[in-house]
């Protein structure tokens, strides 16, 4: 049993295939999938698919690259989108200076302004950082103090050893996707390697960062089981005890209405 913990199986690429995909996903074992929300439509269109596509959950937010769609009436509408039962996460959203799409200052604010929201309604988040990780670290210091939030993880993590520790004394969870596999992954299996196994998720960020062998390729949820795979290897432990790991995780995190792993 594996769940994706964040792909994005509403997107156009995958329209013409999409029953396929999430059948070649169940035949890998993915019992469940987590989609976040880019925009505020995109995650209404999310919460809508969630009533026709089985264990398929919602996150709903408004990511950093699309912070220009943020306006005065946005957090209304996630919270009135997150209350919707399929919905478990305010996601995904953060800072990106990679593509600096919005001026930073604005990109905070609609992040500080999310994740305000999360807390209120007690919802946990998914993290977006990029090229962005003092910052990032910087507001969810003040968001995580105690310990007092509802839960994150930071998805697809691309930060260093010392980011990892310091976020897992938060309490936070860290998100491993494709890289992870790649030959050429600069320090992150020896990272992920050194990091307690109940604070890990694995994730295809599916159609994106496909995984070794099938690298530059469209990703899909299916491939999930070969990051899995990878991150049991660097951990040296078995591929059914991580995955219990990895499945017990992702269920605690975002409350999902499955038994626990045994």
């Not at 919270?79 to 995904?92: K, Q």
């Not at 496909?210 to 990051?227: D, L, M, Q, T, Y």
Request: glycine share 6%; charged share 20%.
């Amino acid at each position: 049993m594996l769940i994706d913990s964040h792909c994005h199986i509403m997107f156009d690429a995958f329209n013409d295939d999409r029953r396929d995909v999430l059948q070649r996903a169940s035949e890998a074992g993915v019992t469940a999938y987590i989609n976040p929300g880019i925009t505020v439509d995109d995650s209404r269109a999310i919460v809508n698919a969630t009533e026709t596509i089985p264990n398929l959950y919602a996150a709903v937010g408004i990511h950093p690259n699309d912070a220009g769609t943020f306006t005065t009436s946005s957090i209304d509408q996630l919270r009135e989108l997150a209350a919707h039962p399929n919905v478990v996460a305010i996601g995904e959203i953060g800072l990106d200076y990679h593509w600096d799409t919005w001026p930073r200052p604005h990109q905070r604010d609609v992040f500080e302004q999310q994740l305000a929201l999360a807390k209120e309604i007690d919802k946990p988040v998914i993290i977006h950082q990029r090229e962005s990780a003092a910052d990032t670290m910087e507001i969810l210091r003040a968001w995580g103090a105690g310990r007092q939030h509802p839960g994150l993880v930071l998805h697809s993590f691309s930060g260093d050893q010392a980011m990892a520790e310091e976020a897992i004394e938060y309490g936070f969870y860290i998100g491993i996707s494709g890289p992870v596999t790649f030959k050429n992954a600069h320090g992150l299996p020896e990272i992920v390697a050194a990091l307690p196994p109940d604070r890990l998720l694995v994730e295809t960020d599916a159609p994106f960062l496909s995984p070794h062998p099938f690298r530059g390729k469209r990703n899909e949820p299916a491939r999930v089981k070969v990051i899995a795979q990878r991150i049991a290897e660097v951990q040296q432990l078995p591929f059914d005890v991580m995955c219990k790991h990895l499945t017990r995780n992702t269920i605690n995190l975002f409350r999902l209405p499955f038994s626990d792993v045994e």
